[in-house]
């Protein structure tokens, strides 16, 4: 046969996928998820067997880490000394032990993830609560294996006399999966044991009444009820662990907020770092310094804050952005018979009483095996010692010592292990004296042999020393709980002023969309005025406001959606500077442009606990003549994205939205020259997105020009067409109106073939009481400037005076107010 013959064809998929899941089993079954019964991975369990076997005990001395590590790996696990003495570490680290397990001699590390020393200088023994997992097996309480090699035996399980899987938790990552249980209070873990042993068809409710929650050995607040009964239930559920902190006062008015407990397995020199970094970077305002005054008094960390800061703004700030409150997800998953299961605390539980049965019936059963042996070896010392010269001539007559053996065992009907034990007997044992303490002896073996029959015969007092030896380590090693449980999860709300500061500033928007934030000190620099503002050549600026950079603005577009966008995130230039596109600020459509921009303070956008319709209110009008009202607090949003702020109709679009802090009267102008003045109170306040009602009734290809706020019947109303004709009337010429009529006139249009056109349409009104510069813009781009003190004051149906030329085939598009700086 050739050598190729002897190679049979596979598939590679059926070739990995076989060898993927025998390793897969391997590492689910072997390294990385911890068994039910005792709760240790097989390193863990390794290196406890391997210093109990060398006599590494609490009552020795401690002995080098680099000989336990030798023994683990020579003995039981042949995967490098790393993987053993970082295991090792672990199980000798307080801030991730609940109870440590390794009694560790130098250094270990640190909370600031200061790596151990070198195995072969640091120094180890088992703890004492170590002992409480190895106890009793020597008396075949749990069933060996054969090493890697065959050469030793190792325990599969060891016989955990506590339910360590649920004190100290434990993490682990394997193929396909994953656990996270967390550590556990001993005294609440013991007692939910003996609950659920008393009472099998406890609920988890019920179990929740004792065991509270987890207990961390670093302590915290845990917030999450909820959380804690799912996993608890399922084995999978979230909670938050939040930092012990106290806000102190200093001299000279001060604040410092002290940090005396962290969350479980946080860093805590990154943590620090990552507070100390949001002080650098200056992404929250107030804090002065940051210290680590940790030492042998335990965990201190302390943020001095600056004085007249808000400290409990800053704490909730340093809460949501570092890992001051941390999220802990359940994912409780272990070795079930071989095979990994998700299980709740009460299966978990079981599955260690269930373990604790079959320890303590082989242990009661090799008890009861010695105690009847020894019963048997007693009972021929007495029958000897009640025949004891012809015991003797006995044996002086023998040959040998087996010949004796057979003798006695001929003669008198001793068994072998008796005439053993006589010929064994030692000369002062034949006293009146040790006849007596044999024949005690006796009886008291008697009365074990019957106890220990009396528990493997009745599952009740079997339960009964479970629960005796339970009670016992939660006497001897309970620890008071060092986390606390809140029920709820506390929402962090951050105030806007602990990360920014409040500074007066200038925002301007121009006609093209350029946006930028200025502070005052270099719109002064510059020169003080609006007509030194940067802007692209052909732009101008249409809307300037003064504000603080705590304060919202809200942008509304045409097609009726808004943006709620705070001046803190408007990017800052220098006054001379263009700005930056609005589109690289919001995600404002191609096809759409903003129509209004309105500041409101934070305060206007909470909404009242006493609810009603008081309060500012914004008023939306469309080209074909609709009317919305709605309160101003019905537009606040956490979101950045474009939201719906009025339902507009196809071939609609809103041309004006303004604030009406109180219901004055509204006037709207067409194109037309058509006009109507009512009281905005007419309009009743509508939902967010609702579509308003009719403001006016338009004439067929009529549509609205303009809508502008009015109050008393003081001032002038100011028209203006596309042809660059304007004029003004009293306001009193306009009598207030019922909502939804045809209106009056206040333009007229020259007609003839003779006569010079003033105009097709009207583009744009203004209510004017002093006299203010007006910006007209044409289609070609072109920008001009007039006052409206040059338009002439008229009757309502004048005909206007030209106030800006405007080239041949260019008509104007666009006509605004002139913005003032601080406006």
């Not at 249009?749 to 813009?777: C, D, Q, W, Y």
């Not at 289609?779 to 338009?791: D, K």
Request: proline share 4%; aromatic share 6%.
């Amino acid at each position: 046969m050739s050598l190729l013959e002897q190679f049979l064809p596979a598939f590679l998929e059926e070739v990995v996928g076989d060898r993927f899941g025998r390793y897969s089993k391997y590492i689910i079954q072997e390294r990385a998820i911890p068994d039910v019964r005792d709760g240790l991975k097989p390193v863990q369990r390794r290196i406890l067997y391997a210093m109990y076997d060398s006599g590494n005990t609490p009552d020795k001395s401690y002995r080098k880490s680099a000989k336990t590590v030798g023994d683990v790996m020579g003995n039981y696990h042949p995967h490098g000394d790393g993987p053993i003495y970082e295991g090792m570490v672990r199980m000798a680290q307080h801030w991730k032990m609940a109870h440590m397990l390794v009694d560790g001699h130098g250094n270990w590390g640190s909370m600031d993830d200061d790596p151990p020393a070198a195995m072969r200088y640091t120094e180890a023994r088992l703890s004492s609560i170590a002992m409480e997992l190895l106890r009793d097996i020597e008396k075949r309480t749990v069933i060996f294996k054969d090493n890697f090699d065959n050469s030793t035996k190792e325990p599969v399980v060891l016989p955990a006399r506590y339910p360590n899987l649920l004190v100290n938790g434990v993490t682990g990552i394997s193929a396909g999966f994953a656990t996270e249980i967390p550590t556990h209070n001993l005294r609440e873990i013991i007692d939910a044991c003996v609950a659920v042993m008393n009472k099998p068809d406890l609920s988890v409710l019920e179990l929740m009444e004792i065991v509270k929650g987890p207990d961390f050995p670093t302590g915290g607040l845990i917030m999450g009820g909820d959380g804690i009964r799912e996993a608890y239930e399922t084995g999978k559920g979230k909670i938050y662990i939040r930092s012990k902190t106290a806000i102190e006062e200093m001299r000279g008015g001060k604040q410092q907020i002290v940090i005396t407990e962290i969350p479980y397995q946080i860093v805590k020199a990154k943590l620090v770092n990552s507070i100390d970094n949001l002080r650098m970077e200056k992404k929250v305002e107030g804090i002065a310094e940051v210290r680590d005054e940790s030492g042998r008094n335990g965990l201190r960390i302390v943020v001095e804050l600056k004085k007249d800061v808000d400290a409990e703004g800053i704490l909730a700030y340093l809460l949501k952005k570092t890992d001051l409150q941390t999220a802990y997800n359940f994912n409780m998953v272990a070795i079930v018979n071989k095979a990994p299961r998700q299980l709740g605390i009460k299966q978990i539980l079981e599955a260690y009483i269930a373990h604790q049965k079959e320890v303590v019936t082989f242990r009661t059963q090799y008890d009861l095996d010695k105690a009847e042996d020894r019963a048997h070896v007693l009972e021929g010392l007495v029958k000897a010692l009640n025949l004891l010269d012809q015991i003797i001539e006995t044996i002086k007559a023998s040959k040998n010592r087996l010949d004796a053996q057979n003798n006695l065992i001929a003669k008198y009907g001793f068994t072998e292990r008796q005439a053993d034990a006589i010929l064994t007997l030692q000369l002062y044992r034949l006293t009146n004296l040790e006849i007596n303490q044999l024949e005690k002896e006796h009886a008291d073996t008697m009365k074990k042999i019957a106890l220990l029959r009396a528990i493997l015969d009745s599952p009740r007092k079997l339960m009964n020393v479970i629960r005796d030896e339970l009670i016992e380590i939660r006497d001897k090693y309970g620890i008071d709980r060092r986390s606390v449980i809140q029920g709820e999860v506390e929402e962090i709300k951050v105030n806007l002023e602990v990360t920014v500061p409040a500074e007066e500033v200038l925002v301007t928007l121009s006609r093209e969309g350029y946006v930028k934030r200025t502070s005052l000190l270099s719109f002064t620099r510059s020169g003080g005025e609006l007509g030194s503002a940067g802007v692209k050549e052909g732009d101008v600026i249409r809307w300037s406001m003064g504000l603080n950079t705590l304060d919202p603005l809200l942008l509304f577009t045409q097609k009726g959606h808004y943006f709620l966008l705070p001046v803190h995130l408007i990017p800052e230039f220098k006054w001379k500077d263009t700005g930056t596109a609005i589109v690289n600020v919001l995600p404002l459509a191609k096809d759409d442009r903003i129509v209004g921009v309105i500041n409101a303070k934070a305060a206007e956008l909470i909404p009242s606990t006493e609810g009603g319709e008081n309060g500012p209110a914004l008023v939306f009008v469309t080209k074909r003549g609709q009317v919305k009202r709605t309160l101003l607090v019905d537009y606040a949003t956490s979101r950045s994205m474009a939201i719906a702020a009025c339902k507009v109709s196809e071939g609609d679009e809103i041309i004006n939205v303004f604030r009406a802090d109180q219901p004055d009267d509204l006037l709207l102008v067409t194109e037309q020259g058509m006009s109507i003045r009512f009281n905005q109170a007419e309009v009743n306040l509508q939902g967010r997105v609702a579509g308003g009602v009719r403001g006016i009734v338009l004439k067929d290809n009529d549509q609205l020009a303009d809508a502008i706020p009015v109050i008393g019947d003081e001032g002038e109303i100011l028209v203006v067409s596309d042809y660059g004709y304007a004029k003004r009337s009293l306001l009193l010429d306009y009598p207030q109106q019922g909502r939804g009529g045809k209106g009056i006139q206040t333009f007229e249009f020259k007609e003839g073939k003779r006569v010079r056109p003033n105009g097709t349409k009207l583009i744009a009104a203004f209510h004017v009481k002093e006299a203010v510069s007006l910006l007209a813009m044409t289609t070609s781009g072109q920008v001009s400037e007039f006052s409206s003190e040059g338009a002439p004051l008229d009757d309502r149906k004048g005909q206007g005076k030209l106030m800006t030329a405007v080239d041949r085939g260019d008509v104007l598009v666009e006509a605004f107010i002139k913005p003032l700086s601080t406006s």
